[in-house]
């Protein structure tokens, strides 16, 4: 789910400030490791709703995440990072900011719903990731995003296991080039910001398109090996009947004996029947509760739910991604901002004090 949304709500432009603050938690004797955080990705592509969105999770939040497609259509028709970023994200960025929101940023290069495939915007204009000038426009907006928004975190490819496994070789030897040039990039430019690509968990057990045998994400290590951070993409529930049916070293045995740190930066349970996954509010909650054992197993540092609405899909431009549907209800409110079982769950844990 991912890139789609994000483009439409960063996209927005927010020409109101409006008040809010965190409500005052107890301090119960749990902590947790993990820094919790939300996409300003709204239920209608309203900027009203992008606001009212941040105004609410803001108070149950410490990170703010962009995960998005690269304005390729912009970028390769001339128009500079810098200008782009001056209308798309600067002022979004600062009001996130001023609810005291640290920014973590994911540069997704293929179509995040559909991981066989070039980006959208790529695809319409008959472009590759795979070209080199097309690798160039991605270092230089990476530049000029840590440049102007100085990102905490930094994402240079989502779910880069998914991608092998279903993209044609070429795409995915193109991901591999542009995201460690744009890490070098970075570094050399002595940017700050702790630099990850992201790996999709199903896909490394094998119970996501695979033969239920666990595969592992060796090759991701060596194929990207700028990582300072893991990345960890998961939707259990296309997987397992219940939340208690994870196993206890879901996340742990992807690191296969590193200390590397790892951040949870997409992923979710739907509250309702998504395809052929049979599921409920109370089923979502409890996975919430069952999700922090297994962020408490590997010590996460961090733990990004893409949607804190669900997304009213009548509102949104059409037609709409065929297997979009399967993500829309990952909310922890309704798409009036009503909150389910899952919100109180996921206030429980952000009562826990930070331990960094």
């Keep these: 789910m991912r890139s789609t949304l994000g483009a439409i709500a960063v996209a927005l432009v927010l020409t109101a400030a409006a008040c809010g603050g965190g409500d005052d938690q107890s301090s119960p004797t749990a902590t947790r490791t993990w820094a919790m955080g939300f996409t300003p990705i709204p239920p209608r592509p309203t900027t009203a709703a992008v ?9 149950r939040a410490e990170y703010a995440a962009i995960h998005e497609e690269i304005p390729w259509t912009d970028l390769l028709a001339g128009m500079s990072p810098d200008a782009i970023l001056d209308r798309d994200k600067v002022q979004l960025v600062d009001y996130m900011r001023s609810k005291g929101l640290q920014l973590y940023f994911m540069a997704d290069l293929t179509d995040g719903l559909s991981r066989g495939e070039e980006a959208p915007q790529l695809r319409a204009l008959n472009r590759s990731i795979a070209e080199p000038a097309v690798q160039q426009a991605l270092r230089s907006y990476l530049l000029a995003v840590d440049r102007k928004l100085r990102p905490e975190i930094i994402g240079l490819a989502a779910e880069t296991n998914l991608i092998r496994a279903a993209a044609p070789p070429a795409v995915y030897a193109g991901v591999v080039t542009a995201a460690n040039a744009a890490a070098a990039d970075l570094l050399a430019a002595g940017s700050s910001a702790t630099l990850l690509f ?6 490394a057990w094998g119970v996501l398109g695979g033969s239920g045998n666990y595969v ?8 990207f ?3 300072q951070m893991l990345g960890l993409s998961s939707y259990p529930y296309f997987a397992f009947a219940q939340p208690e049916d994870i196993p206890d070293n879901y996340y742990s045995r992807l690191l296969n004996g590193r200390t590397l ?3 949870v930066v997409e992923g ?3 509250s309702a029947t998504a395809g052929s996954v049979q599921s409920t509010p109370a089923l979502q909650a409890r996975y919430i509760t069952r999700h922090a054992q297994l962020l408490d197993a590997v010590g996460a540092r961090g733990l990004i739910q893409l949607l804190f609405a669900d997304l009213d899909l009548a509102s949104f431009p059409q037609p709409i991604p065929p297997n979009l549907p399967l993500f829309v209800n990952i909310g922890l409110t309704d798409s009036d901002f009503n909150g389910k079982p899952a919100l109180a769950a ?3 844990l952000h009562a826990r004090p930070l331990k960094r």
């Design 346 to 348: 996921w206030d429980a």
């Design 225 to 227: 090996p700028f990582v």
């Design 51 to 59: 606001i009212q969105g941040i105004d609410l999770w803001s108070q």
């Design 216 to 223: 592992g994400v060796e090759q991701d290590f060596t194929d």
């Design 261 to 263: 740190p790892v951040m």
């Design 198 to 203: 992201s790996v999709q968990v199903e896909t």
């Design 268 to 270: 979710g349970w739907t």
